[in-house]
């Protein structure tokens, strides 16, 4: 595929390619090295933007009755009275159907709105279209200007091609990120769209709204795969159907968006003028959520002292975990553990983003594939992970049997940045006071917005390095027994999550599991 393709777009709108990259480090994806703009200052984010979008496949404007009427798609979607408007299979001179009409064009001018255009499918031009290309895609409409960052084509497609087209409008001031998407059938195709489709969408920072005929249901392993970071603007909705107008049994058209998005009156449209119905709800844009897991794995071996790391990553498949933080993780280390990259094991099986600080380490064997073998804690996240830039390793001056350490990273959650901050203390109470205390020097409480201290701290609470923590930070566990040592039969409280306001907790558990000899701890974290 020529890269032209990849970057050619038709916009009514005015175009930009500049875009805010950040790098991020996931096994078999690309990296990039550019970082975000300035990062938004901790503000109350309760109603940063409120905006009415919806999503509509026009099916080229001809209903149900196998009328060609663009008049009645503009009736409804004026109706609709949306601000953000997402169309799929939209003509632009294509055809005799639809009468070679621009119908980007068209729409735009009959409701007053600003427009752009991707086309996904195109053929020559001829006299009867008026000698212009004959172009067939999605599009936007939009009361507010669009700047257009990019339209891409997937490398996986069948009989035509299929793409994302990917736009930043500001609403009340606030930008937003929206994106317009029509997926393949073809299971194989679909899943391939939908993995390069995260890719695309993870390395622009911001708040997402993600629309389009994806072609699955609410249960396929694609679309959930999707919401694993987005919110369904229908996910309460299970019988709003979408296709096929004249008899809908199926929905296969969406409106999702990153977890700081709220959807309210999300309402299905009945109309016969295409074969798909409209969709329409209200977003609102407020604090980002996400679920945190701390898990220390004891290199995989569980109570039964298997090592297994599939046990592991089916807990923390099931526990929804969107941000993993590890204790006790091997990386081409040891016998024990055969020499696996435990690590790059988990997250290729789980699809998360990775960091990871050694703490121990041990030259380099043929066993080991001749890479440095090394143990420490590290980081699992659905959302990317800024690079070096935006982290930190130190190794703490006191220490006992080996280094023990702190490590810092940005996770780029929606539009905000979550500082998680991950240790292992050692194993004498002095040490483990010195070194919770030089933790603390690291985190630096005052500085930067959201954060959270997490990890193996080895002593109980009210213990003096739980409470040099708790100067600044707040033990999502305050009040609660949650043992988490040792799992066959826990009667003692070693790991940790502590959050730092303006950061909330709720939901706290303990999940019971024999597949490593602590047991993970998770909460609810919503960023204020």
């Not at 201290?453 to 009210?462: C, I, K, L, N, Q």
Request: net charge negative; with cysteine; aromatic share 10%.
């Amino acid at each position: 595929m020529k890269q032209t393709m990849h970057r050619s777009f038709i916009s009514l709108a005015v175009l930009c390619s500049a875009s805010l990259l950040f790098s991020c480090h996931k096994v078999k994806e690309p990296e990039g090295t550019v970082l975000p703009g300035a990062l938004r200052s901790n503000v109350q984010t309760a109603s940063l933007a409120e905006v009415k979008v919806m999503n509509y496949n026009i099916h080229a404007g001809i209903g149900i009755d196998g009328v060609y009427d663009l008049q009645r798609i503009a009736d409804v979607i004026s109706d609709a009275d949306a601000d953000v408007v997402s169309l799929n299979e939209v003509h632009k001179h294509y055809e005799a159907a639809t009468n070679y009409e621009d119908q980007v064009a068209w729409l735009a001018n009959e409701l007053g709105m600003y427009a752009a255009f991707q086309k996904t499918t195109w053929k020559s031009a001829i006299p009867a279209s008026g000698n212009k290309e004959r172009q067939f895609g999605h599009a936007i409409l939009s009361k507010y200007p669009i700047e257009v960052l990019n339209t891409r084509i997937y490398d996986a497609y069948g009989s035509h091609y299929h793409g994302l087209l990917e736009t930043r409008i500001v609403i009340n001031g606030h930008p937003m990120l929206f994106y317009v998407t029509h997926l393949a059938t073809d299971p194989a195709l679909l899943t391939a769209q939908r993995q390069q489709l995260r890719v695309w969408m993870d390395e622009t920072y911001g708040t997402k709204i993600l629309m389009g005929d994806l072609n699955a249901i609410p249960t396929n392993a694609n679309i959930l795969a999707i919401k694993e970071t987005m919110v369904d603007a229908f996910e309460s909705q299970p019988n709003a159907y979408t296709f096929k107008s004249n008899n809908p049994t199926v929905r296969i058209d969406y409106i999702l968006g990153t977890s700081n998005i709220t959807f309210s009156n999300s309402q299905v449209i009945s109309t016969q003028v295409s074969d798909h119905f409209p969709i329409v709800s209200h977003a609102s844009v407020g604090a980002s959520k996400l679920k945190l897991m701390q898990y220390n794995i004891k290199h995989g071996q569980g109570t039964d002292g298997v090592v297994d790391l599939q046990r592991i990553a089916d807990v923390i498949r099931n526990s929804k975990a969107h941000v993993v933080v590890l204790n006790e993780v091997d990386r081409n280390y040891d016998p024990r553990s055969n020499y696996e990259d435990q690590l790059v094991w988990l997250a290729d099986e789980l699809g998360m983003y990775y960091e990871f600080q050694k703490t121990t380490w041990k030259a380099p064997v043929p066993a080991s594939g001749n890479k440095e073998r090394q143990f420490g804690h590290g980081i699992l996240s659905k959302y990317p992970i800024g690079n070096a830039a935006t982290q930190g390793r130190w190794i703490y001056t006191d220490y006992t049997t080996h280094y023990m350490g702190l490590l810092k990273v940005r996770v780029s959650v929606n539009a905000d940045p979550l500082y998680v901050y991950i240790t292992n203390l050692g194993s004498t109470a002095a040490e483990r006071l010195s070194q919770a205390q030089e933790a603390m020097s690291f985190i630096n409480p005052p500085n930067h917005t959201w954060k959270v201290f997490a990890g193996t701290f080895s002593d109980v609470p009210g213990s003096a390095p739980v409470a040099a923590v708790l100067t600044s930070f707040t033990d999502v566990f305050a009040g609660q027994t949650a043992y988490t040592f040792p799992a066959n039969a826990p009667n003692v409280r070693v790991d940790y999550i502590f959050v730092k306001s303006p950061v909330a907790a709720g939901n706290t558990a303990v999940i019971s599991s024999q597949a490593s000899t602590h047991l993970p701890i998770v909460c609810d974290i919503e960023m204020q």
